[in-house]
């Protein structure tokens, strides 16, 4: 299967990397997911001395945003539906209310696995521990939606999600699977794949 392994997406909360990320030969792609971060989370452009559980969660949302800021949808949903599913570790940044003021809303909810709803109510679906048969079924229910596809629990990004999160102390980076990607029928721009091959330092 085609894929293209990334590293982390401007997930850094220091200053310095701040300004060196801004410095970078300027686009409009990467504009538009520092001041997304930037109006969602503002606290996030300072580092912080929570525990490392803290710092991950911090690190997976920052990542997720950026992605989402790169994907289109033919029908352009306002906000945009951020489905939860299968017990994830590292979602909880996901459901801040400050998300719904963002430059492009972001709505999350909790859905279970088993529910309809996943291929019917959802533009982006977050996935938690799946086994490979409730992995294969959900992709699956998926298929023929335009729904962009984040696993938490896919490290080698093979199962069938467009985007895998790759954890690692207090870094966040992701693989990409081109074809599921495609399958989505979700356009996401060429830019993220750039921002992806810089390793952010740790929060």
Known sequence: ???????????????SSWL?????????????????????????????????????IHAVTTVVVGIISYARWSND???????????PHYAEGLFDPVLLSAPRPIKAEHVP?????LGTSCDVVYL??????????????LSGHAILTISEDDIECSAGSAF?????GDLASF??????LARSGVRVHPNVLQLARKQAPPL
């Open 175 to 180: 693989k990409v699977n081109l074809d599921a």
């Open 128 to 141: 938690g521990e799946l086994t490979p048969a409730q992995r294969q079924n959900l992709m699956q229910r």
């Open 20 to 56: 060196a990320f801004l410095g970078a030969r300027p686009n409009s792609g990467r504009l538009l997911v520092v001041l997304l971060i930037l109006l969602a989370f503002p606290g996030y452009a300072r580092p912080g001395t929570g525990d490392p559980y803290q710092k991950r």
């Open 164 to 168: 895998c999160l790759q954890i690692d």
């Open 1 to 15: 299967m085609k894929m293209a392994k990334n590293a982390a997406i401007l997930a850094c909360c220091a200053k």
């Open 113 to 117: 696995f088993d529910s309809p709803l």
């Open 77 to 87: 949903p306002n906000p945009i539906r951020l489905c939860v599913t299968a017990s």
